[in-house]
């Protein structure tokens, strides 16, 4: 960036007003994901996840010149092996389930025949604008005065800057998204996520640690079944992050480690996220003045 971040990890997680943008990142994000249990099983969980949005990424930093920068399999495969969230086989099938869900297509490229090109579909990038507005909408509660907008509504335009801009950053985003032990197992974890944003809005909403849910209920949501929602409680449990009372799973007590460690997790995405904005603007800034100069 040229110059120090505005914003620290340290000041999030210290911000008076952070119940407030959990609360409105939890509802945000489940607003993405409610009601689609399809889309939840198709992206939520950290291997999906992570080679959907380095596609993002990869195909918005590529040069037609420099094959080195295409979106390929191969490109995909390189860099998840650094995570270890995906095998090669792995990362053939996501692929090929990503295109059969019509959010990636694959053709041969004209410069080099022997090259499958991959490329991310309009459904794609609608549904990344989504997500990358409930992403900056806690920013948005946090620092008003830092003007959000053109990520909270991005065209399509801003939002090809802002990912070809994530690019130089998704080293530093890995390490963040990957940081936090305890997040990892709900992300790891088919609707993972989906599971525990619905017992924290449960909490928010009712003012209560513990909220009243049932395994099937929650499993119906998000097109899991009960008995993968137990096990992720159970597994949960056992690192002390919640407690399971009543039969079925009626009362999920989140216990303060759970808080703190989604609330630490959260963070690092903000800080990550703020980051990334401030270079997307610095770059659009630049590229006006240019043109600017060359008009004149």
């Known amino acids: 960036?040229?110059?120090?971040?505005?914003?620290?990890?340290?000041?999030?997680?210290?911000?008076?007003?952070?119940?407030?943008?959990?609360?409105?990142?939890?509802?945000?994000?489940?607003?993405?994901?409610?009601?689609?249990?399809?889309?939840?099983?198709?992206?939520?969980?950290?291997?999906?996840?992570?080679?959907?949005?380095?596609?993002?990424?990869?195909?918005?930093?590529?040069?037609p010149l420099r094959r080195e920068t295409w979106l390929t399999i191969g490109a995909l495969k390189k860099w998840l092996a650094m995570t270890?969230?995906?095998?090669?086989?792995?990362?053939?099938?996501?692929?090929?389930?990503?295109?059969?869900?019509?959010?990636?297509?694959?053709r041969t490229s004209e410069s080099d025949r022997r090259v499958r090109l991959l490329s991310l579909t309009d459904k794609a990038r609608a549904h990344d604008r989504a997500w990358l507005a409930a992403h900056y909408a806690p920013l948005s509660v946090l620092y008003p005065e830092h003007d959000y907008r053109p990520v909270l509504?991005?065209?399509?335009?801003?939002?090809?800057?802002?990912?070809?801009?994530?690019?130089?950053y998704a080293t530093f985003g890995m390490r963040l998204f990957f940081s936090e032990p305890d997040m990892l197992l709900f992300l790891n974890h088919a609707a993972g996520y989906p599971i525990l944003a619905a017992l924290l809005q449960a909490a928010m909403r009712a003012d209560d640690t513990h909220p009243a849910v049932r395994y099937s209920d929650v499993g119906d949501?998000?097109?899991?079944?009960?008995?993968?929602?137990?096990?992720?409680?159970?597994?949960?449990?056992?690192?002390?992050?919640?407690?399971?009372?009543?039969?079925g799973g009626r009362k999920v007590e989140i216990t303060p480690k759970l808080w703190a460690s989604h609330d630490r997790g959260i963070c690092g995405g903000m800080y990550f996220h703020d980051v990334v904005f401030v270079a997307a603007m610095q770059a659009r800034a630049l590229a006006a003045s240019e043109l600017r100069g060359a008009a004149s």
């Open 1 to 63: 960036m040229g110059r120090p971040p505005r914003v620290t990890h340290h000041d999030i997680i210290g911000h008076p007003r952070l119940a407030d943008a959990r609360r409105h990142y939890v509802d945000r994000f489940l607003a993405v994901y409610d009601g689609d249990p399809f889309l939840v099983r198709l992206l939520i969980e950290s291997g999906r996840f992570s080679l959907y949005v380095l596609a993002l990424v990869i195909e918005a930093a590529q040069d």
């Open 221 to 247: 949501r998000f097109g899991v079944s009960g008995a993968q929602v137990r096990k992720l409680l159970v597994a949960a449990e056992e690192r002390g992050l919640v407690k399971l009372h009543a039969r």
């Open 153 to 168: 509504a991005p065209s399509a335009e801003f939002q090809v800057l802002h990912r070809r801009t994530a690019m130089t």
């Open 84 to 106: 270890g969230t995906a095998s090669d086989r792995h990362v053939d099938h996501l692929v090929a389930r990503l295109c059969a869900a019509g959010f990636m297509t694959a």
